[in-house]
């Protein structure tokens, strides 16, 4: 497992299992008095709170870091059962329900920073502040991810088993989606990052969550939703990510300015600057947090 310095595990239950949690609880932190700032990963295979690893510690001293592994994913429970859009809401609810003592600022990444909108249109009362890298449903302002040519692949029974367990839950798979889709350059992919994917994507039936995620059964038309936000709002995007680019960004924010207060547009970076430029990202943040107040 791939934890920073005196952060460790805790878990939670949720209506659909246990969340696994990551915060710190040992030297040099001592977050027990400090305000809470939760980071919520992505989806794909592999995906899990490592994502924001490189990210979270640097907040530790000022803030209790929250990091949970999402239900399905990473140490977290894995159901043999396809996955819907509203088990996330349900789930992400639950756990800010259960562990925060009201509203309290999120960090959250690519389709679950989606997923963290409709959340917060559902409870705003849970939220102070969002600061979301890449926010998107993969189906938005009327295009359809699940016609896309690898989705209708993955949706082959039986065929999709074979999928994840040869080309996604294996080194190879995983260094290649990184490099192909994630990164916007390879040379920042560094081997902890494959092994710490390579561990999550291996979990007893991570399949599952996966393939709901490839398949499309997750996605949805955010701008659908973005006019009914009311919680401050910062989105950070990588000029080259791969699947929505910033164009579908600013599309979004212009939904909504009175709630989006600022689109911050990274060049040569992909769909998760948290890995490929932690410092930038953090640096991010720290200016949000204080815009959003």
């Known amino acids: 497992m791939f934890l920073p310095p005196g952060f460790g595990q805790h878990s939670l239950i949720t209506s659909l299992g246990k969340m696994v949690y990551y915060t710190a609880d040992a030297p040099p932190w001592d977050g027990s008095e400090l305000p809470m700032l939760v980071f919520f990963h992505g989806f794909g295979g ?64 690519s389709l679950t920073a989606a997923i963290v909108i409709r959340a917060a249109i559902q409870r705003p009362e849970l939220f102070q502040s969002l600061i979301l890298t890449t926010p998107a449903g993969l189906s938005d ?46 040379e920042r992919i560094f081997p902890e990052i494959v092994e710490a994917y390579l561990e999550s994507a291996q979990q007893p039936n991570a399949e599952y969550s996966a ?3 490839v398949r499309g059964d997750l996605s949805f038309d955010l701008s659908l939703y973005m006019p009914q936000l009311t919680v401050p709002t910062a989105m950070i ?57």
């Open 211 to 213: 393939l709901s995620f």
């Open 237 to 293: 995007w990588g000029k080259r990510s791969q699947f929505t680019g910033p164009d579908i960004g600013k599309r979004l924010a212009d939904l909504n300015p009175q709630a989006v207060r600022a689109l911050q547009v990274l060049d040569d970076v992909g769909l998760t600057p948290q890995l490929e430029l932690p410092a930038v990202t953090i640096a991010l943040i720290r200016r949000f947090l204080k815009l959003l107040k």
């Open 141 to 186: 302002f009327g295009s359809d991810y699940t016609r896309t040519f690898f989705a209708q692949l993955v949706s082959t029974p039986v065929l999709d088993r074979v999928l994840y367990s040869t080309g996604i839950a294996v080194s190879w798979g995983i260094r290649n989606f990184l490099e192909k889709r994630q990164f916007a350059r390879p």
């Open 46 to 109: 592999g995906s899990s709170a490592y994502e924001w690893s490189k990210v979270y510690p640097a907040f530790a001293a000022e803030y209790r870091v929250l990091a949970p592994d999402l239900i399905g994913w990473g140490r977290s429970e894995h159901l043999e059962r396809g996955y819907q859009v509203e088990d996330y809401i349900t789930t992400i609810i639950e756990f800010l329900e259960q562990i925060c003592d009201g509203a309290v600022p999120v960090v959250a990444s």
